[in-house]
Nanobody, 123 residues
Framework: VQLVESGGGLVQAGDSLRLSCAAS????????LGWFRQAPGKEREFVAG????????YYRDSLKGRFLISRDGAKNTVYLQMNSTKPEDTAVYFC?????????????????WGQGTQVTVSS
């Protein structure tokens, strides 16, 4: 299984950014997918997840209404749309996948990870 994130970069507070995660080596439609982030000196934290089957979505409470997770089965890609970005959103963002029906908020429960993409939001 390989997960490759892209779309990170430097943006100004208030800008929007869309992260992508291309998956290969798995039956995409039977995996739950998630996004986590890790800021310097902090633990990796859950951002959003989308479950298999059904596509139910879950978000970190503090990010509801600003971030949106979606998946495109035809492209084997999961997206994270980040709107109204804030400096505290600065972190490395990781894509995760798990062959189960549960979207876990704990990073240790996920089986597969991408290498991460840096997002920096300037004030």
């Amino acid at each position: 299984v390989q997960l490759v994130e892209s779309g990170g970069g430097l943006v100004q507070a208030g800008d929007s950014l869309r992260l992508s995660c291309a998956a290969s080596g798995l039956t995409f439609r039977t995996y739950s997918l998630g996004w986590f982030r890790q800021a310097p000196g902090k633990e990796r934290e859950f951002v959003a997840g989308i479950a298999w089957p059904g596509g139910s979505t879950y978000y970190r409470d503090s990010l509801k209404g600003r971030f949106l997770i979606s998946r495109d089965g035809a492209k084997n890609t999961v997206y994270l749309q980040m709107n109204s970005t804030k400096p505290e959103d600065t972190a490395v963002y990781f894509c995760a996948a798990d062959p189960g029906r549960t979207v876990w908020t704990m990073a240790t429960h996920w089986n597969y990870w991408g290498q991460g993409t840096q997002v920096t939001v300037s004030s």
